[in-house]
């Protein structure tokens, strides 16, 4: 027994009881002995509250911020679903300003031409290995397309159909060899044929031939149809004159042309199913 008094233990039991005593004592002296159990069980339960309410805030928290995330991935889909038709409506809007381009186009060519016969069409499809750039459009022989009609942009000739079912046509274009137009300089007069090159035609030229050895054509002319032969109407841009040279025979001359249309990219065009010369 006399060695448990020497121990810790009974050391800071003492000071336990001292404590005790003195909070006792004092809770007397100011009328609050009643008081002091509840006092001392609040002054103990402090830091267990402060605790809980640090957890309470911590997962309050989380809480939170997961909502807002949850929040935040429903406004981007919202955004994103509205940007999705945003993009449709700005490809309809574009579509439609290119008809109406064409229908205003077809309609200053027929104002200017009383007797031409008009077909809109898109081009629906390309043979990526056709180095001439032939190309299928969405009119067909339902629609009053023949083979041999002239096809056109506002910007010039494009070629003309070689090929027709019901509801589309083959277009050879005018770098095709196969394609010849009769055609004149503006300036000067001069008439020769145009047609495709396989030279040219990497580079998206034509080539205007049998022009006659004193030619007075030179680059910067336009050059036109001229009707002859009744596949193209008269009086129809074609291009311009890059450069005029003797050909390989020596008897005539030949000129390249830079067509007015960008024959790789067009995609919408008009086909001159009537006309009268």
């Known amino acids: 027994m006399k060695d448990f008094f020497s121990t810790r233990r009974f050391k800071i039991l003492l000071c ?3 404590l005790l005593a003195g909070v006792m004592t004092y809770a007397a002296a100011n009328g609050r002995l009643s008081a002091a159990p509840q006092e001392l069980l609040s002054a103990a339960a402090v830091p267990f ?30 955004l994103t679903e509205e940007n999705a038709k945003l993009r449709e409506q700005m490809v309809d809007y574009d579509i439609m300003k290119r008809e109406n381009e064409q229908y205003r186009q077809a309609w200053q060519i027929k104002e200017e031409n009383p007797s031409y016969q008009v077909v809109n069409a898109n081009v629906i499809g390309r043979d990526a290995l056709e180095k001439y750039y032939s190309f299928t459009i969405d009119k067909g022989s339902r629609h009053g397309v023949k083979v041999k009609d002239s096809v056109i942009t506002a910007s010039g000739i494009v070629g003309r159909v070689i090929e027709v079912g019901p509801n589309y046509a083959k277009v050879a274009t005018i770098l095709d060899p196969s394609v010849s137009i009769g055609c004149m300089v503006s300036r000067t007069g001069d008439i020769g044929l145009v047609g495709g090159d396989q030279v040219l035609s990497q580079s998206k030229q034509c080539a205007m031939t049998l022009l006659a050895r004193d030619t007075l054509a030179a680059q910067g002319d336009e050059v036109i149809t001229t009707g002859l032969g009744g596949v193209f109407p008269k009086g129809l841009p074609v291009g311009t004159v890059r450069e005029v040279s003797l050909e390989a025979s020596g008897k005539s001359m030949v000129a390249v042309i830079d067509p007015y249309e960008d024959i790789e990219s067009v995609k919408m065009v008009m086909v001159i199913t009537e006309f009268d010369q």
């Open 16 to 18: 336990v009881l001292v």
């Open 49 to 78: 509250q402060r605790l809980s309410s640090a957890i309470s805030g911590a997962v309050q928290g989380v809480v939170d911020k997961y909502a807002r995330i949850d929040a935040v991935i429903a406004e981007n889909k919202e």
